[in-house]
């Protein structure tokens, strides 16, 4: 029998069920929605994770595809998933948790009795380091963003390469290597011994269909190449950055793009210009280094020298 919360399940069984964190200020008792998914056969144990940040949707619209169509017969292994994370956040469609407005993945690995997202991620915490694999589902917020996966850990982390093959197997086609802030749940996973990586399919508000559909096939890539599903996958190779360089405004105004989310862009490259309301250019970006326009801003009012997008930096494949 495996169990997460009140979710039990023997081997060859799914069930899903609730993880307690507390109780809401009425007093009512709190559970995280969460999911067993136990194989007939042994194996590894895989985690995943949705909406740590309550207004990153997509990755609750994976969980509630992938789950339906795991079948516990044909799997080995076992599947733990917590659905949504960020219970308070994910009520008001906000990034933080409103409770103590922490943004939970900066929390990691929680304390169970700190505040409101110490004590989520303590929780969850303890799901996660049951697995041998851990995917943290994100999205870049309500900003447009390519579809890619982090490698949170380091370069110099014992598991980098781990973690590289899991982003590798996942696929979106794009990964970040870059370390991330402390408290991050696929950096301080990593820590703990297991591959940790966060895939973030895309961006802006609800359900991106085409972003969705590579979360789920990114599971299930998951799945088959490290051996919960029979049958391999082709790894193909990832378009990796290493670093970003952020562009804010020069003037106040409508941000106008003159590149494609994806496109590659070579130093010297127009990114943007700002008009004013009447169409009239105020002020012209250009690209500062060779990279990939990687993330934009949503609306497209700024004022001056707030944030525009962004270029993924020190371009190789692996
Ligand atoms: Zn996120």
Redesign the pocket.
């Known amino acids: 029998m495996t169990s997460l919360g009140t979710a039990s399940a023997a081997p060859g069984e799914i069930d899903t069920g609730r993880l307690t964190i507390g109780e809401t200020r009425d007093g009512t008792p709190v559970g995280l929605p969460v999911a067993v998914v136990n194989g007939r056969r042994d194996g590894d144990t895989l985690y995943v994770q949705a909406a740590?940040?309550g207004d990153?949707l997509n990755g609750v619209g994976v969980v509630s595809r992938v789950v339906p169509q795991l079948d516990p017969a044909a799997l080995a292994g076992t599947v733990l998933v917590v659905g949504i994370a960020n219970y308070y956040g994910f009520q008001v469609a906000e990034h933080r948790n409103p409770i103590d407005d922490t943004k939970l993945?900066r929390t990691f690995p929680g304390d169970p009795e700190g505040s409101s997202s110490e004590r989520i991620a303590h929780a969850v915490f303890e799901a996660a380091t049951r697995a041998d694999l851990v995917l943290d589902l994100?999205?870049g917020?309500t900003s447009r963003m390519i579809d890619e996966v982090r490698v949170r850990c380091g370069r110099h982390h014992r598991l980098h390469r781990d973690c590289l093959e899991l982003a590798k197997a996942f696929g979106c086609g794009h990964v970040l290597d870059q370390k991330g802030p402390e408290g991050q749940l696929a950096r301080v996973a990593s820590d703990e011994g297991i591959p940790a990586v966060?895939p973030?399919l895309g961006g802006a508000v609800g359900w991106d269909e085409t972003s969705i559909e590579r979360g789920v096939r990114g599971i299930f890539n998951v799945l088959h190449h490290y051996g919960f599903l029979d049958g391999d996958v082709d790894l193909s190779r990832q378009t990796r950055a290493r670093g970003f360089d952020r562009y804010g405004a020069p003037a106040g105004g409508l941000v106008d793009y003159q590149v494609d989310l994806g496109a590659s862009v070579e130093r010297g490259d127009a990114l943007f210009r700002v008009t004013d309301v009447f169409g009239t250019v105020k002020a012209a970006v250009d690209a500062k280094n060779d990279g990939v326009f990687w993330r934009t801003r949503r609306l497209p009012q700024v004022a001056t020298g707030e944030y525009v997008c962004s270029v993924g930096t020190s371009i190789d494949t692996y």
């Open positions: 740590s940040d990153e993945n994100h999205q917020s966060d973030e």
